[in-house]
């Protein structure tokens, strides 16, 4: 069935340094690959997403890249401060029309002052 | 704009009860879903409707029921509780654009059955 993985489960950085997080899906036709932050005892958010007919995306200090032959994705972070601290989710859709999410299980995020 | 909400934020059941978790959207989106989240697992999908009147299973469907009789609303029903189900549960909704599919969760309900 359609799955997506994610690694590393946690990641622990020190402050100002990168932080990448990678995601693996089966699914050929998705098409629609977002990025949740979830903050302890919250709800997830969206931070970043992205669509196959483009390769990079960036905001501020947050970029997706995607490559759609290998079905792989990755979410950098740059600069990393305290607050980014969080559990990460990756997903993949077919979008429009079928429209179902598959997510990844999380990577923990601990940012080190 | 009140956004997704849910009701109610926590319960506790008896193995064997039943309930229903509510949950509301303002936003007009057309596309609903229910997810729970276990340590360690992610969001797994159990249901989802990409309209009023049609819905469609998940990953992990068995032991709920869900209907969508307006945009509005989307209740999920455990049938008959058990200690499996033990779980936050999140609604989302969400449009589709041409650039984007954002999902939009509610705060989740946190359940325990015992």
């Known amino acids: 069935g359609e799955n997506v993985e994610q690694h590393p489960s946690t990641l622990s950085v020190q402050e100002g340094d990168s932080a990448v997080i990678k995601c693996t899906y089966s699914?050929?036709?998705?098409?629609?690959f977002p990025w949740y932050k979830q903050e302890l005892g919250k709800r997830p958010q969206l931070i970043i997403d992205?669509?196959?007919?483009?390769g990079e995306k960036k905001d501020q200090r947050i970029a997706v890249t995607l490559n759609k032959t290998a079905k792989h994705f990755s979410l950098h972070i740059t600069e990393t401060q305290p607050e980014d601290s969080a559990v990460y989710f990756c997903?993949?859709?077919?979008?429009?029309?079928?429209?179902?999410?598959?997510f990844g299980t999380g990577t923990r995020l601990k940012v080190l002052a | 704009n009140a956004g997704v909400t849910q009701t109610p934020k926590f319960q506790v059941l008896k193995t064997g009860q039943s309930m229903t978790l509510q949950c509301a959207q303002d936003?007009?989106?057309?596309?609903m879903s229910w997810y729970r989240q276990d340590p360690g697992m992610g969001l797994r999908l159990i249901h989802y409707?990409?309209?009023?009147?049609?819905?469609d299973q998940g990953e992990v469907p068995n032991g709920y029921n869900v209907s969508r009789s307006t945009t509005e609303d989307f209740p999920l029903r455990l049938l008959s509780a058990a200690p499996s189900q033990t779980s936050v549960y999140f609604c989302?909704?969400?449009?589709?654009?041409?650039?984007?599919?954002?999902?939009?969760f509610g705060p989740g309900t946190r359940l325990t059955v015992t």
């Open positions: 989302a909704s969400s449009y589709s654009r041409d650039t984007s599919y954002e999902q939009y």
């Open positions: 699914d050929s036709a998705s098409n629609y």
């Open positions: 992205i669509r196959s007919n483009v």
């Open positions: 997903a993949a859709s077919r979008g429009s029309g079928t429209y179902k999410y598959i």
């Open positions: 936003m007009n989106h057309e596309y």
């Open positions: 409707s990409v309209g009023a009147g049609i819905t």
